[in-house]
């Protein structure tokens, strides 16, 4: 997908949500509609729509400016970085030790573990009674 494609597709996305067409979960699990979201919610929602078309951050931020009360985004943000953290650690938690001295990135260790898995069959086994393609 190309640049203009991504931007599009963020912009679509944010704009459906803002429709206030459907309900939307926020962090404390109530549903609401975009209208009625806290700047935590708001701002995880755009964040996510960013990270999934995978746009720059002039475009992430200029979105956040547009739809949170800029009084409110600092402390959405830091919100969301405790409770992302809180998330990271957990995750790291459920790996095995891989032996460095230094943090390796989550995303490569799971990829790792994941593929070991896919060779060895296991992967298979694990989602035998899911839905799930590998």
Do not use: C
Not at 56 to 64: I, Q
Not at 94 to 115: A, C, K, V
Request: charged share 35%; proline share 4%.
């Amino acid at each position: 997908m190309n640049k203009k494609h991504r931007l599009e597709g963020f912009k679509a996305l944010l704009n459906s949500d803002k429709s206030n067409g459907y309900y939307l979960e926020e962090p404390d699990g109530d549903f609401r509609l975009w209208r009625d979201l806290s700047a935590e919610g708001r701002l995880g929602y755009i964040a996510s729509a960013a990270a999934l078309y995978d746009v720059p951050f002039e475009k992430f931020s200029e979105a956040v400016r547009e739809s949170v009360d800029q009084s409110a985004v600092a402390d959405a943000a830091l919100r969301i970085v405790l409770s992302d953290s809180h998330e990271r650690r957990g995750l790291e938690k459920l790996l095995p030790d891989d032996g460095q001295t230094y943090p390796t990135p989550l995303i490569d260790r799971f990829t790792e573990i994941l593929n070991e898995s896919r060779e060895s069959g296991q992967m298979r086994e694990r989602v035998k009674d899911r839905d799930i393609e590998i």
